[in-house]
């Protein structure tokens, strides 16, 4: 299973965003910034935000000094929430959630289903488990996390 372009990018703008908000207190930051630092797409940041913004993570700030600031805080605010906010699916088989159909011709689910369902369960779970704070203070690991 892989991680599209889209969710990896909307987790690095994120974080980076988070990382500025900390270091420069207040401040919102602009996609322009963001985007230079973390060599996005300009326009591309720009769809992403808009899907984070209606999903209520981030919220725009218009005028001098304009940009994007995070709605909470980087420690209550999950890898998870951000992936699912510009629409990727932690999925794992192949299957139609939708029809409720298997992956093989006949619509049968394959013998390895419940390994991948599990495996997509086991992701979501990780991802859920990590903010944006434990990204910007390297607390990925389970050892780390009790660390800290």
Avoid: N
């Avoid at 797409?41 to 993570?57: D, N, T």
């Avoid at 998870?80 to 619509?107: F, N, S």
Wanted: with cysteine; proline share 2%.
């Amino acid at each position: 299973m892989r991680l599209s372009t889209k969710g990896r990018y909307a987790v690095m703008a994120m974080t980076d965003l988070a990382g500025r908000q900390d270091a420069e207190g207040s401040r919102a930051v602009s996609l322009a910034e963001i985007a230079a630092r973390q060599e996005i797409s300009l326009s591309y940041l720009e769809q992403l935000f808009a899907r984070l913004r209606r999903r209520g993570l981030v919220k725009s700030l218009r005028g001098p000094g304009g940009g994007y600031r995070l709605t909470r805080t980087a420690a209550e605010t999950h890898i998870a929430e951000i992936v699912l906010a510009v629409d990727e699916p932690l999925r794992a088989t192949r299957c139609g959630h939708a029809t409720g159909k298997g992956c093989m011709k006949a619509g049968e689910r394959c013998s390895t289903h419940d390994l991948w369902e599990e495996m997509g369960r086991q992701l979501h779970s990780y991802l859920a488990s990590v903010s944006l704070a434990d990204v910007l203070e390297g607390r990925l690991t389970p050892e780390s996390k009790v660390a800290a």
